[in-house]
């Protein structure tokens, strides 16, 4: 089949390596069906999207929102946007996890900001009607608990896009873009143990307080997520793999 792409802008070796490892590993794909491409690391080259199953965009350190914004900062962002312009407008199958949300609603003409930041942790989410009825969704109960921490958010569901699954403390926890364009607010790549590496290598980054780590993975193991939120990761994989 052809592969996936993984877009990746975090500019710490280790936390990429594990960010891949963990998309691949819960999508149910090998090693030859997920590429990796770091886009901090180098410009985007010119991609052609048809070589491709589908894109996924992962985490980031960088935030829409940031007021100062570094020169590596403000290309990455220029690299992503030109692309999800191309992938929002073709329909091409793709899924933003937590920073795709700020890119794909800036596409929208969205709002993203501060006002729902989320700690580390896990959330319950609920899915709306259309939720229930999507594919990606498929085999996910109606409420179910993922892990998040993101300091920035959408205010409101951008213009055209179809809610599908709403939290309390952050209310947009994804929505789909046409046919086949995905975004979510929570991490449908982490499990307690994910989350556990994640944290200790961003342990000093501003989510939480270095002291809270250990409170914060014992908080992990003992939560309510049970695995349900990988089915996006999967269910995306199977949709849209194609020779």
Known sequence: MKPFLLLATRDHDEAAAAEYDSVRRHAGLAAADLVHLRVESEPLPDLDLADFSGVLLGGSSFNISDEDKSE??????????????????????????????????????????????????A?????????????????VPGRFEAFVGHKEACNGTPPGVTLLAAGTACPVQMYRVGA???????????DADDLAARMRIYSHAGYFRPEELDDLIAMAR??????????????????YARP
């Not at 199958?93 to 709002?111: D, K, S, W």
């Open 72 to 121: 590596l900062q403000l290309r990455v962002e220029a690299d992503l946007g030109r692309l999800v312009d191309r992938i929002v407008d073709a329909d091409v199958p793709f899924l933003g996890m937590c920073y795709g949300v700020g890119t794909v609603t800036t596409h929208l003409g969205g709002t993203v900001d501060r006002t729902f930041a989320e700690p580390v942790g």
């Open 123 to 139: 959330t319950r989410l609920t899915l709306t009607a259309d939720g229930a009825a999507d594919e990606l969704l498929a085999g």
């Open 180 to 190: 086949n364009v995905y975004v979510t607010q929570f991490h449908p790549e982490l």
């Open 222 to 239: 003992s939560s309510g997520v049970d695995g349900h939120q990988h089915l996006v990761l999967r269910n995306f994989a199977e949709k």
